[in-house]
């Protein structure tokens, strides 16, 4: 079974522009989650959707936002880029969203925003 | 709100010798915890979990955790360190049990010298 790709893997734009980052879950898996990491405050959770539903949200801008798909591909967009969106952006998928279930993460998109 | 604290951001050992990275949570319920591993370039990786079922807690590729209520903590150990455990090593607890947002701690760098 294929694991979680993430497309692009890399990614350079400059400031003021947006970018949209793409997860595709392990087939079969309802719950995506993203989170940011950055080598200052490390990996911070971003937001979770489940069967096309934002179920969580983390501290974050309303820059950053994201949407998810009927086939539970997820997207997220990030607006009005800035320097300190510079990151490795992670989604992670899990079966039903169930309290308990492993995440399986995907090998992160790398955004350099110059 | 629940956090994780990783106590030491690098830690080298000699190929052979123990590996023992710290996690110290805190949490006013039941925590959930976990040890997740990041190799260069990829996404994390769940050596373990602790869901309030045994206390010792076995995981790939030979590590193991001890959750230690009366300590607040959930120690990461291996008895052997190997090259190939060189990596970014997680802790993380999940907020009211649910795994689709996991709250990480800040990270340790292991490194195996020959």
């Known amino acids: 079974k294929a694991g979680v790709t993430q497309t692009p893997r890399y990614l350079i734009k400059t400031r003021g522009q947006q970018v949209t980052l793409s997860c595709s879950p392990i087939?079969?898996?309802?719950?995506v989650s993203w989170y940011q990491q950055t080598p200052g405050q490390g990996l911070q959770f971003l937001f979770e959707?489940?069967?096309?539903?934002?179920?969580n949200k983390g501290n974050f801008p309303g820059r950053f936002s994201g949407r998810q798909f009927s086939n539970s591909r997820s997207e997220m967009n990030v607006s009005t880029l800035e320097l300190g969106d510079s990151a490795l952006y992670l989604c992670?998928?899990?079966?039903?969203?169930?309290?308990?279930?492993?995440?399986?993460f995907g090998p992160g998109t790398r955004l350099l925003v110059l | 709100a629940q956090s994780v604290t990783q106590l030491g951001s690098h830690v080298s050992v000699s190929e052979g010798a123990l590996v023992l990275l710290r996690c110290n949570y805190s949490?006013?319920?039941?925590?959930?915890l976990f040890w997740y591993v990041q190799y260069p370039n990829q996404g994390l990786q769940l050596l373990l979990k602790?869901?309030?079922?045994?206390?010792l807690v076995k995981g790939i590729n030979g590590f193991e955790a001890e959750f230690k209520k009366s300590e607040t903590s959930f120690h990461l150990t291996k008895p052997s360190a190997h090259m190939s455990d060189a990596a970014e090593y997680f802790c993380?607890?999940?907020?009211?049990?649910?795994?689709?947002?996991?709250?990480f701690g800040q990270g340790t760098t292991l490194q195996v010298k020959p």
């Open positions: 949490s006013s319920v039941p925590p959930y």
């Open positions: 992670a998928s899990r079966l039903a969203g169930d309290k308990l279930e492993t995440q399986y």
């Open positions: 602790y869901t309030s079922a045994a206390t």
């Open positions: 959707y489940f069967s096309e539903t934002q179920r």
């Open positions: 087939s079969g898996h309802r719950s």
């Open positions: 993380a607890v999940t907020p009211s049990g649910n795994t689709g947002k996991l709250i």
